[in-house]
T-cell receptor, first 110, second 114 residues
Framework: GENVEQHPSTLSVQEGDSAVIKCTYS??????FPWYKQELGKGPQLIID?????GEKKDQRIAVTLNKTAKHFSLHITETQPEDSAVYFC?????????FGTGTRLQVFP | EAGVVQSPRYKIIEKKQPVAFWCNPI?????LYWYRQNLGQGPELLIR????????DSQLPKDRFSAERLKGVDSTLKIQPAELGDSAVYLC????????????FGDGTRLSIL
């Protein structure tokens, strides 16, 4: 079955710096890759997603890139702010089944 | 629009007791999911419904877990009897029917087994 690996597990950055989180997946049939942000005591909130027919997608300070050949995708957050601090999960979807990574705890220091 | 609503938010029970969780999906969303999220891990799918039909329950431990979605809207997930290892956050998600619709999650029920 599909397996998703996510790195790093923790990431600390200074406010205004960029943050990058990377994920790899195993099943080449996966065709949809969402990213979720989860704050303490809350459910995962979708922040951006990308489909396998697209290589890059951007939404303001957030961008996602996908390399289907290498089977990896990345989340890029620019100009980080303290409110970006949370746990971020990548996921890969095959046949409408989401397989999540193990999460990255991002801390943005003022 | 209102999001996915789950209740209760927290539940503490002793092992071997039964427990139930309730989910109200986003209006008009016919696809509903139950996930379990262990501490420090990503969510893992337990069951997926299309309307009232369970189309993927391969990850649901059927000896003690059950779920229903009788009218194709609200859903309940039950554990009987609960075991210590069932302590986790139970998340519900729903998705619209148009193509390329993402899953939207509720805030979950945090279950603690004593």
């Amino acid at each position: 079955g599909e397996n998703v690996e996510q790195h790093p597990s923790t990431l600390s950055v200074q406010e205004g710096d960029s943050a990058v989180i990377k994920c790899t997946y195993s099943d080449s049939a996966s065709n949809y890759f969402p990213w979720y942000k989860q704050e303490l005591g809350k459910g995962p909130q979708l922040i951006i997603d990308i489909r396998s027919n697209v290589g890059e997608k951007k939404d303001q300070r957030i961008a996602v890139t996908l390399n289907k050949t290498a089977k990896h995708f990345s989340l890029h957050i620019t100009e980080t702010q303290p409110e970006d601090s949370a746990v971020y999960f990548c996921a890969a979807s095959i046949w409408d089944k989401l397989i999540f990574g193990t999460g990255t705890r991002l801390q943005v220091f003022p | 629009e209102a999001g996915v609503v789950q209740s209760p938010r927290y539940k503490i029970i002793e092992k071997k007791q039964p427990v139930a969780f309730w989910c109200n999906p986003i209006s008009g969303h016919n696809t509903l999911y139950w996930y379990r999220q262990n501490l420090g891990q990503g969510p893992e799918l337990l069951i997926r419904y299309e309307n009232e039909e369970a189309v993927d329950d391969s990850q649901l431990p059927k000896d003690r877990f059950s779920a229903e979605r009788l009218k194709g809207v609200d859903s309940t997930l039950k554990i009987q009897p609960a075991e210590l290892g069932d302590s986790a956050v139970y998340l519900c998600a729903s998705r619209g029917d148009r193509s390329n619709q993402p899953q939207h999650f509720g805030d979950g029920t945090r279950l603690s087994i004593l």
